[in-house]
């Protein structure tokens, strides 16, 4: 079956700092996606960006890039120049044939 | 206008009541699903929807019963609601190929809080 393990229950970082948040997947499928999801504390699930597997490059969009290593099973999201408003929960998430899978979810803090 | 609209936002209804969620995509995706996150933010599947059909039943009590009277529409309703039933229900949406990105786009959430 398939399966996201995210393994940061929380992490904390300072304002205009970068922040890797860890996401590793297991999948016998060949072809398969990979999401990352933001939620903030008014509880809206907000998608941030998308990796295919047969995509040969990193995924990014604006301050949030994907470190795809497909080898290891692992697709870290990376945010960069944090803000206070990324302070939320961030859920990783894979795509099966009718569901998506979810990770525990990694609550994210950016200090002032 | 927008994507995925549920209603209501809140409930708040006594042990053993009934309840209803509604769940409306003007997307025009072909499969519609029903998640739930608990207290501990976990999100799990209890429904896929196809075309009307149902796809995934994720081992979901029978208290619990999803009807898609057409694509755009998947509503949940609750027979005798229990404590553990508490939870914010979220209702989604996504295009069917494998192919391609395929974001799956969230509804606003129903918090539903059993007394």
């Known amino acids: 079956a398939q399966k996201i393990t995210q393994t940061q229950p929380g992490m904390f970082v300072q304002e205009k700092e970068a922040v890797t948040l860890d996401c590793t997947y297991d999948t016998s499928d060949p072809s398969y996606g990979l999401f990352w999801y933001k939620q903030p504390s008014s509880g809206e699930m907000i998608f941030l960006i998308y990796q295919g597997s047969y995509d040969q490059q990193n995924a990014t969009e604006g301050r949030y890039s994907l470190n795809f290593q497909k080898a290891r099973k692992s697709a870290n999201l990376v945010i960069s120049a944090s803000q206070l408003g990324d302070s939320a929960m961030y859920f990783c998430a894979m795509r099966e044939t009718y569901k998506y899978i979810f990770g525990t979810g990694t609550r994210l803090k950016v200090l002032a | 206008d927008t994507a995925v609209s549920q209603t209501p936002k809140y409930l708040v209804t006594q042990m053993g009541n009934d309840k209803s969620i509604k769940c409306e995509q003007n997307?025009?995706?072909?499969?519609m699903y029903w998640y739930k996150q608990d207290s501990k933010k976990f999100l799990k599947i209890m429904f896929s929807y196809n075309n009307k059909e149902l796809i995934i039943n994720e081992t979901v009590p029978n208290r619990f019963s999803p009807k898609s009277p057409d694509k755009a529409h998947l509503n949940l309703h609750i027979n005798s609601l229990e404590l553990g039933d508490s939870a914010v229900y979220f209702c989604a949406s996504s295009p069917l190929s494998r192919a391609g990105a395929n974001v799956l786009t969230f509804g606003a959430g129903s918090r539903l809080t059993v007394l």
């Open positions: 997307l025009g995706h072909d499969t």
